[in-house]
T-cell receptor, first 113, second 115 residues
Framework: DAKTTQPPSMDCAEGRAANLPCNHS???????VYWYRQIHSQGPQYIIHGLKNNETNEMASLIITEDRKSSTLILPHATLRDTAVYYCIVRAGLNTNAGKSTFGDGTTLTVKP | EAGVTQFPSHSVIEKGQTVTLRCDPI?????LYWYRRVMGKEIKFLLHFVKESKQDESGMPNNRFLAERTGGTYSTLKVQPAELEDSGVYFC?????????????FGNGTRLTVT
């Protein structure tokens, strides 16, 4: 699997957009970008995933660069409850074991009032 | 729908003892995964079941760890005998299928402390 690089920590003001970057320069053509987050004492929570097109769901948006070497997770209006560790994972899809993941260190996002 | 549940939430045992962790996946999810985070380390994959069959157990650290999923429903992870380095949080996750459009749903983990 391609390795990902994320900043260790970020701050965001409540109500503002949180933009979390992820570098995955060694990503290959069949690998998807997944984002999960872990709020203290809970298990990781799926947020969103994509291959090459930008994706949006009720939680967030995922912007993937044209060369697919990096992506950005956007929380459009961050709340205090979005404070968590955010993990960017690259994983091959289609008939592969999409659960065989190592989560890396992630980005600790702190939303401040 | 009920989420992935894990029991117990916490377990404190002495070195050399045996502990069994249980995971109940989301109903209908054929795929069940075990992960763990040991102190200061990343969350790492341990193994993957498809129904009752072990599909991939390449992440299991050694033969003191035994996972089962009889009947393809709940799963257990037994550590026997436990060592100090086994302390950490053990997560279970399930998914409907193994492909990219079936994200993982995690339980809240079992925090294991070996003293």
């Amino acid at each position: 699997d391609a390795k990902t690089t994320q900043p260790p920590s970020m701050d965001c003001a409540e109500g503002r957009a949180a933009n979390l970057p992820c570098n995955h320069s060694t990503i290959s053509g069949n690998e998807y970008v997944y984002w999960y987050r872990q709020i203290h004492s809970q298990g990781p929570q799926y947020i969103i995933h994509g291959l090459k097109n930008n994706e949006t769901n009720e939680m967030a948006s995922l912007i993937i660069t044209e060369d697919r070497k990096s992506s950005t997770l956007i929380l459009p209006h961050a709340t205090l409850r979005d404070t968590a560790v955010y993990y960017c994972i690259v994983r091959a899809g289609l008939n592969t074991n999409a659960g065989k993941s190592t989560f890396g260190d992630g980005t600790t996002l702190t939303v401040k009032p | 729908e009920a989420g992935v549940t894990q029991f117990p939430s916490h377990s404190v045992i002495e070195k050399g003892q045996t502990v069994t962790l249980r995971c109940d996946p989301i109903s209908g999810h054929d795929n069940l995964y075990w992960y763990r985070r040991v102190m200061g380390k990343e969350i790492k994959f341990l193994l993957h079941f498809v129904k009752e069959s072990k599909q991939d157990e390449s992440g299991m650290p050694n033969n003191r760890f035994l996972a089962e999923r009889t009947g393809g429903t709940y799963s257990t992870l037994k550590v026997q005998p436990a060592e100090l380095e086994d302390s950490g949080v053990y997560f279970c996750a399930s998914s409907h299928n193994r492909g990219h459009n079936s994200p993982l749903h995690f339980g809240n983990g079992t925090r294991l402390t070996v003293t």
